[in-house]
């Protein structure tokens, strides 16, 4: 049992910021090979080119609030990314970044609603339904997994850590699904049996959050 | 990998540098973001007209921004989407006042993007309406899938499009045409090589010596089938039925007939094909009223063809002859 | 092989037949013997121009058959020099009095079979004047050797002689503003890749996937030089220097600058070539006043390409504005 | 020593023209791949085309003279052929022609103006100079033989035999050559090694001819 009280700071959402880029990073190749199985194979590329760019525009709003650094973040993977994902996880970051305008400090509860503005921002923007083979079949579990900590009273740690562990489920349960958005939707049947290349990223967002944002 | 180029990630910068050298008098071209416009842009009162995709399908889009055809053309990385603040610039730089136009080519990172750039454009009071090309007739169960992807017609609606927008129609109506275009074409497409993505190095996929794909899209992914290698008439015949078949074109139809080359396929080779699908249409009684000939919406440097087919009627005819002058299409000026 | 044909021997056959039946407008196809004709020839007045050559370097000759370029074109079979009787035939159906030009590319083939057809027209009352074409600069020792190959400047050639002849100047004027274009214009190509003769059915040379061949011609054949591939700034410095030193081409001069595609490079590729070509012209002075690019004069499906610089005049530059209005070609009108 | 008074009659033309077709045909390949080494690859492809063309028009004029069967073979070459050969062999055929026109039968003086005729045509049209390594190098010989044979009152078997000689010895003294004419000339001091496609057509000429004109 964690600090309840323990909120989420500025400097953490920055500290996530860069482990998630670093892990972007480690991963691009992985992504990548996902994404050539069941898409185009440009999965890692893109990303790692967005996070990229992230990085070296965080210094510049280090001392904003964490609204204007999610929005910053969003923004620019709006324009750097390019393909599918540019515009989703731009959305979802610009969508966080309503949630926490002014903010210096996020609670659980501002993070789950925070989280919860960013999906619905991707589901307004890309249409997919659960179960569609995408991002959101680990980003909506893992929001799942926060509420029902929150409900149960757990930590921050707690909460973060459950929703990891969920958005890795949720990442892994893509294997068997076929694919009905995006590139992969084209395989039709051909698609089941691959993991998502999009939640296997989103995946590591959470991780990265349970692992630096406590 | 054997290309002409200097390093991979320099591929679409010195591609645009060229065009901005060779074409000073079409066309001018912006870096970061990239995007090209015609020369005389805005032109006041006239419908604006943007596209864009990823770089790799040469001489689309940027090979048609000129009088005539498209004001602007956002190139992304090779196969991959461009980002809205491109479009946005672009958006920005056409608007004469009358609204702009998006064509899309059906895929889910175009779509997405092109949507935030015109959500971006709207905050700046500039009119934007979208149209998605959706004509790959190889793509089946729409339902269940992003939908068909957008190929050939592309090129087509973008010239009838152009000249609609030329005649200072309102952007009502040119979307409008456009739209009706979308829905009068159908293509497909296939592939006797794979290409290879400068940045990746290697084929996108392997394809046999004696193989070929047929039903491929225009970004180096495989098709909805492989087989051994056919004749060309007998390729024409698997490339235009299902096309036939979709819309369907019928007895005594006017189409314009397009065949295009992926790349790596010369001249001599599309008219080969020509000729198999002016004899398929003939056997139906379907006229061919015109045609495009040549590589218009490639796949880098792929070996293949694919086959578009319009339905014409009066209005889209006058629109199709009217003047062009772009980098890569040029009549009746 | 693989290629999008039927038979082997109905290559040449089926290209023509769908030049026929897709240009109708500008050309006419004529078969045993093959050639192709514009379609309001003979022009009363006009000096007819006939060029050909090989069949596999389209669109020449057949692409420029029309309104301000070529009155006919004759094509043989793959690569090999189309025979005298069809040149006779073209020959005939082009005169409209005042004389034929033939334009021909220096191979002793189409030398050897070009000065039979002018012998048999000179029978028959026709006057007749011959230019050949020798601009590629890879050929070393012209004294011990059939003398340059003719390549790149013969497309500039036929447009600029066919706007002189559009304006009905004599033939003697026409045939000299034709060598002038051959004295002031230098190319030099290279491959990526070899081509497949159809009826041969494998590659003319192999080319090791690291390899290039420097200073090719366009059948094909082998070049000056193989060496590890380079980068498209390397290339277009060891294409650009000896051209410009054959000549020489010196600062203040005006050029247009014509970067040409072998038939399997994508035009992604050749708008690099633009971009390195441009600053090297820069650098020595030279302004490019015009250009071309595209695959033009091209050798089957190789991947690979060629420069040609040619030095410009206020005549030259008016020529080459002068409307054309040809398969391949397309401004002004 | 055979008969000194026989002549070459218009049957053993014909012969002889269906006799060399056939050499070409068997030799197409070979022809080819001499091409191949210093050239493009096409001299047998290109020799059969002609040919072929011209078996299909002899029976229509077999029963003229010689002079018109001759013209009718290098017609039919001039127009089918193409490339270099086409009108090289195309006008020693119409050259050979000139000599025999209106004429039923040939003595060997007649033969050697014929060949005469014929070479004098090739030269003109190709401008090559003997030892450029070209088809000359085994006509030129194959001529200087006759005419020996002539001045030394051999019979018409013994001079075609010499003549076939001297154009094999020709044919062969062409590979240590380097080629100045033609598109073997661009390989320069490459195409020294190789012998000549051209030669060795020409060479098949003599040959046949000793085999079926005596
Ligand atoms: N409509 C959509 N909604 C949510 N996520 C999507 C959608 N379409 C695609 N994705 C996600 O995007 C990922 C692919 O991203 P990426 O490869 O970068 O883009 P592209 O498909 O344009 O190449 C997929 O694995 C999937 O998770
Ligand atoms: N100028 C010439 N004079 C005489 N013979 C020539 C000349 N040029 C080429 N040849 C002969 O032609 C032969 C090549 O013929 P071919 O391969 O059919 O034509 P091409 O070179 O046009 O492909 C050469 O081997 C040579 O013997
Ligand atoms: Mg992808
Ligand atoms: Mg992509
Ligand atoms: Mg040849
Ligand atoms: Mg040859």
């Known amino acids: 049992m964690g600090d309840k009280n323990m909120n989420i700071t500025r400097d953490k959402i920055i500290t996530w910021i860069e482990a998630f880029s670093a892990a972007i990073a480690e991963n691009k190749v992985y992504l990548t090979d996902l994404d050539s199985a069941i898409g185009d194979g440009d999965h890692g590329v893109n990303m790692d080119r967005g996070f990229q760019a992230v990085l070296t525009k965080l210094p510049s709003v280090s001392n904003q609030d964490i609204g204007a650094i999610l929005k910053v973040v969003g923004m620019t993977l709006v324009s750097t990314v390019g393909g599918a994902s540019g515009p989703l996880y731009g959305t979802f970051f610009i969508q966080m970044a309503r949630k926490t305008n002014g903010k210096l400090e996020l609670t659980l509860d501002d993070w789950i609603a925070t989280i919860e503005s960013g999906l619905d921002g991707v589901i307004r923007r890309g249409k997919a339904n659960p179960g569609d083979k995408t991002m959101i079949d680990s980003i909506l579990p893992?929001?799942?997994?926060?509420?029902?900590?929150?409900?149960?009273?757990?930590?921050?740690?707690?909460?973060?850590?459950?929703?990891?562990?969920?958005a890795h489920q949720g990442m892994e349960d893509t294997i068997p699904l076929v694919a009905k958005r995006g590139r992969a939707s084209y395989l039709g049947e051909r698609s089941a049996g691959h993991q998502d290349p999009g939640a296997t990223s989103s995946y590591l967002l959470f991780k990265t959050a349970a692992e630096v944002l406590p | 990998?054997?290309?002409?180029?200097?390093?991979?990630?320099?591929?679409?910068?010195?591609?645009?540098?060229g065009i901005q050298i060779a074409h000073p008098d079409m066309v001018k071209v912006f870096f970061d973001p990239n995007y090209i416009v015609r020369a005389d842009a805005p032109v006041e009162g006239k419908v604006g007209i943007v596209s864009g995709g990823g770089s790799g399908h040469e001489p689309l889009h940027g090979g048609f921004v000129g009088m005539g055809m498209l004001d602007a053309a956002c190139p992304g990385a090779v196969f991959t989407s461009p980002t809205p603040d491109q479009m946005l610039e672009a958006t920005k730089a056409v608007d004469g006042?009358?609204?702009?136009?998006?064509?899309?080519?059906?895929?889910?990172?175009d779509v997405l993007n092109f949507e935030m750039a015109a959500d971006l454009a709207a905050d700046e009071d500039i009119e934007v309406e979208a149209v998605v090309t959706n004509d790959d007739v190889a793509v089946q169960d729409s339902l269940?899938?992003?939908?068909?992807?957008?190929?050939?017609v592309t090129v087509l609606l973008e010239k009838i499009a152009g000249a609609?927008?030329?005649q200072k129609r309102p952007l009502k109506d040119v979307a409008e045409i456009a739209r009706r275009v979308n829905a009068q074409g159908r293509s497909m497409g296939m592939a006797l090589t794979s290409c290879t993505v400068p940045t990746a190095g290697k084929p996108t996929f392997d394809l046999p010596e004696d193989e070929m794909e047929i039903g491929i899209g225009i970004h180096g992914e495989p098709g909805r089938s492989r087989m051994k290698v056919k004749s060309a008439a007998?390729?024409?015949?698997?490339?235009?039925?299902?096309?036939?078949?979709?819309?369907?074109?019928?007895?005594?139809d006017e189409v314009l007939a397009f065949v295009n080359g992926m790349g790596g396929t010369p001249?001599?080779?599309l008219y080969i094909i020509y000729n198999e699908l002016s004899k398929i249409?003939?056997?139906r009684g379907i006229k061919i009223v015109r045609n495009l000939i040549g590589p218009y919406i490639t796949s880098l440097e792929m070996a293949g063809c694919s086959i578009t087919l319009l339905k014409m009627d009066e209005e889209l005819l006058h629109l199709w002859d009217a003047p062009v002058n772009v980098p890569a299409l040029r009549w009746g000026i």
């Open chain 1, 142 to 166: 893992a929001l799942e997994a926060l509420k029902t900590a929150a409900g149960n009273d757990k930590s921050l740690a707690e909460a973060l850590s459950a929703s990891a562990q969920a």
């Open chain 2, 1 to 17: 990998m054997k290309k002409l180029i200097n390093k991979p990630d320099d591929v679409v910068r010195e591609e645009l540098e």
């Open chain 2, 97 to 109: 006042g009358a609204g702009v136009l998006h064509i899309v080519k059906n895929y889910t990172g």
């Open chain 2, 144 to 152: 269940y899938t992003a939908g068909r992807r957008g190929v050939g």
């Open chain 2, 164 to 166: 609609a927008a030329e």
């Open chain 2, 234 to 252: 007998e390729i024409t015949e698997m490339l235009a039925t299902p096309i036939l078949e979709d819309l369907p074109f019928e007895e005594s």
């Open chain 2, 267 to 269: 001249l001599i080779e």
């Open chain 2, 281 to 283: 249409l003939d056997k």
